[in-house]
């Protein structure tokens, strides 16, 4: 049997049927598509800029934009006395990011309306972002003057808060900035100063004890180590021959007694102790 489309009255044209409706639906929104990617690509296209040079003054710059792009740019005269050179290598930049980049501290702003970039005078440049501080640890060791190590020296740089302490080897490590200076103190001992450098490698400070008389004796000998003064834990006499003459007795036995607290003698006698 022979299948007829409907024909429109008085035109002779065909009426669509359904499947060639659905057909051209599909090809008009391909079209449109393809027509509204090409708009995007093409405004992105004209929005970068593909620039190369040295010491470019900021009118060369703009003047490459409006041919690059199209754009205008509007702004007083004079805009660009005192302005800085700038040295470009750049391919495709936005259009956006290539102002920011050339504009960065000199004393100009811009504001883009439409295809127009606006120029103008702000009160001061803007600062260029501060870099970050660059750290050093300092690693090193506390140490008195006979080489034992100091636990708890308190390790600080100065002028600012906190610190570290070091631990039972004498150790420390502290971050810090190349040129600050590391002030180390303990209790009884004279401070010390280092000045960081950034020289690598673990560094060793001997601290001088703090001499409180004239005379006095800054070792003392426990009968099994020797320590400074300030180190020893308990009570130390140090007898000498003026204090033993002060006493008068037979023999050497009867002159230390009494010299002295904690120094006692039992004279129970052998055969009496039986």
Do not use: C
């Amino acid at each position: 049997m022979l299948m007829y489309a409907k024909i429109a009255f008085g035109s002779g044209i065909p009426m669509p049927g359904p499947l060639t409706k659905i057909l051209l639906v599909m090809k008009l929104t391909m079209l449109l598509l393809l027509v509204s990617v090409f708009t995007v690509w093409g405004k992105g296209k004209a929005q970068q800029v593909t620039l190369s040079g040295k010491n470019l003054s900021l009118q060369q710059v703009f003047s490459a934009v409006e041919k690059q792009t199209g754009y205008v740019t509007m702004a007083n005269e004079g805009i660009f006395t005192g302005s800085r050179a700038v040295s470009l290598d750049v391919a495709q930049m936005p259009l956006h990011t290539l102002l920011d980049l050339v504009l960065k501290g000199q004393r100009i702003r811009y504001n883009i309306q439409g295809k127009t970039i606006f120029l103008s005078h702000t009160t001061t440049a803007e600062p260029d972002a501060p870099e970050a501080p660059v750290l050093i640890y300092v690693n090193g060791r506390v140490l008195d003057s006979t080489g034992s190590p100091l636990e708890g020296a308190s390790v600080q740089i100065k002028g600012r808060s906190g610190g570290v302490a070091t631990d039972k080897t004498g150790f420390f490590s502290i971050a810090a900035q190349e040129g600050d200076l590391i002030v180390i103190t303990y209790i009884g001992f004279h401070k010390k100063e280092y000045l960081v450098d950034g020289m690598p490698g673990e560094k060793t400070f001997i601290l001088r004890a703090v001499q409180t008389g004239i005379g006095e004796v800054a070792i003392v000998s426990t009968g099994y180590q020797q320590l400074p003064k300030e180190r020893a834990t308990g009570s130390f006499t140090y007898i000498n021959r003026e204090m033993i003459n002060r006493s008068p007795g037979p023999d050497i036995l009867s002159r230390l007694e009494g010299i002295t607290n904690g120094l006692l003698f039992n004279r129970t006698s052998a055969e009496e102790r039986t």
